[in-house]
């Protein structure tokens, strides 16, 4: 097996690009669990935090990594036709707009639990359901960056 | 650092080996750890304020990827570092990120088990020795200094 060392440059770049998709992932895992959990009891509260992860965890998280993968790729010359970036461009891209629908969704979904205790609806449970689909997109392409298939 | 075949415009056709599966469950587990920061960072969050009972009923999840996580990263650190001709358990890049994952383990246990026993107010040493700790795994594993 040939090795490659990458260059000290690129280590940056790289660092902001793997910190921003951690924290993301992250903090989708925590907003999911917090739905999840609401269904059980203290529901606003949870779907509060839920709510507060997206908008200021993952959104945030998104444009980090976001950035850092475009730094990556300028540091390192990559052609776009290589399969492996054609696949983490293409879950960035549709999740940033499920990320968005999901963040709005569990706005409204925390402002009707608070309207209506007792009928929190099936908003949040959807925002979640789009949540896990992102999460499982997002582990397609970190396999996708990791082993850089043909 | 990639182990990739570099072709001539900078990236190998190579299939999918060994290696690319064990460095692929690998990050996954570095992903658990730092979604175990993130909740833990959540719930500490959330109970500064009014939601820190709720909060709470996250510290399981925490505890969980903190779990999985860890064990996966040293285990399969490891196997890496064995399997790898350029790397070696000894390497001081290695041992270094060895003895910080042990300070993490040690902090994220200590900080699970405080909130778990609803002791949020001993659970800012852990957490900031924990996350501490897991950022610079991160920068170590990330620039393998010396490697």
């Known amino acids: 097996m040939l090795a490659t060392i990458r260059a000290d440059s690129v280590n940056i770049a790289l660092l902001v690009h793997v ?75 549709f999740s940033l707009l499920f990320l968005i629908v999901a963040t709005v969704l569990a706005g409204l979904a925390l402002r009707r639990v608070n309207r209506q205790p007792d009928n929190p609806g099936a908003l949040g449970t959807v925002a979640a359901a789009i949540v896990s689909l992102l999460i499982l997109g997002y582990g397609i392409a970190i396999w996708a960056m990791t082993t850089k298939p043909t | 650092m990639s182990r990739r075949g570099v072709g001539a415009e900078g990236y190998s056709r190579a299939r999918v080996t060994r290696y690319d599966w064990l460095l692929f469950l690998h990050v996954l587990s570095a992903f658990a750890i730092v979604g175990s920061v993130v909740v833990f960072t959540v719930v500490l969050l959330a109970a500064r304020g009014a939601d820190g009972a709720a909060a709470l009923r996250l510290v399981p999840l925490a505890r969980r990827l903190w779990d999985v996580g860890g064990a996966g990263t040293i285990v399969l650190g490891i196997w890496l570092a064995i399997d790898l001709d ?32 609803g002791d949020g107010g001993g659970a800012g040493l852990p957490y900031a020795v924990m996350t501490v700790a897991v950022a610079a795994l991160l920068v170590v594993m990330i620039y393998k200094p010396g490697a």
Not at chain 2, 92 to 108: E, T
């Open chain 2, 86 to 117: 350029q790397y070696g358990v000894f390497d001081g890049w290695v041992i270094g990120a060895i003895v910080l994952w042990a300070v993490a383990a040690f902090a994220g246990f200590r900080l699970g088990t405080s909130l778990s026993e």
């Open chain 1, 19 to 93: 910190l921003g998709a951690m924290l993301l992932v992250g903090t989708l895992v925590a907003a999911v669990a917090a739905v999840v959990l609401s269904r059980t009891g203290t529901g606003a509260t949870l779907q509060r935090i839920s709510f507060r992860a997206l908008l200021y965890g993952a959104v945030p998280a998104f444009i980090v990594m976001r950035v850092g993968a475009e730094w990556v790729k300028s540091k390192e010359h990559a052609p776009d036709d290589v399969a492996w970036i054609g696949v983490g461009y293409g879950v960035s891209d």
